[in-house]
């Protein structure tokens, strides 16, 4: 059973900044693609950026410039560094990435985490 685990949210003051990690756990063979989504009060969910196994990156206009998505392939997490924050980032963030387990053939299937609060005061 594979788990995705996100830490890190919370709230903090327009132009702060705050680290999102999530962390997979289970028996898990190889992780391609991973990334963050989020989901604002009333809107539809959204990519913010997302990162391939071999480090290509792709980021929402709305957060290029001000967040940095890493992985760390030996931990099976990935993190979200999110700088100069803005009330409109306030949203639920989800943890997304294709695992492959011993039951899978590759690239496995994709799993969520149960998403983190981040909140922005103007």
């Known amino acids: 059973q594979v788990q995705l685990v996100e830490s890190g949210g919370g709230l903090v003051q327009a132009g702060g900044s705050l680290r999102l990690s999530c962390a997979a756990s289970?028996?898990?063979?190889?992780?391609?693609?991973m990334g963050w989504y989020r989901q604002g009060p009333g809107k539809q969910r959204e990519l913010v950026a997302s990162?391939?196994?071999?480090?290509?990156?792709n980021y929402a206009n709305s957060v290029k410039g001000r967040f940095t998505i890493s992985r760390d392939n030996a931990k099976n997490t990935v993190y979200l560094q999110m700088n100069s924050l803005k009330p409109e980032d306030t949203a639920v963030y989800y943890c997304?990435?294709?695992?492959?387990?011993?039951?899978?053939?590759?690239?496995?299937?994709?799993?969520w985490g149960q998403g983190t609060q981040v909140t922005v005061s103007s």
């Open positions: 289970g028996s898990i063979i190889s992780m391609s693609n």
């Open positions: 997304n990435a294709r695992i492959q387990t011993p039951s899978d053939y590759w690239p496995g299937r994709e799993y």
């Open positions: 990162m391939t196994l071999g480090g290509s990156t």
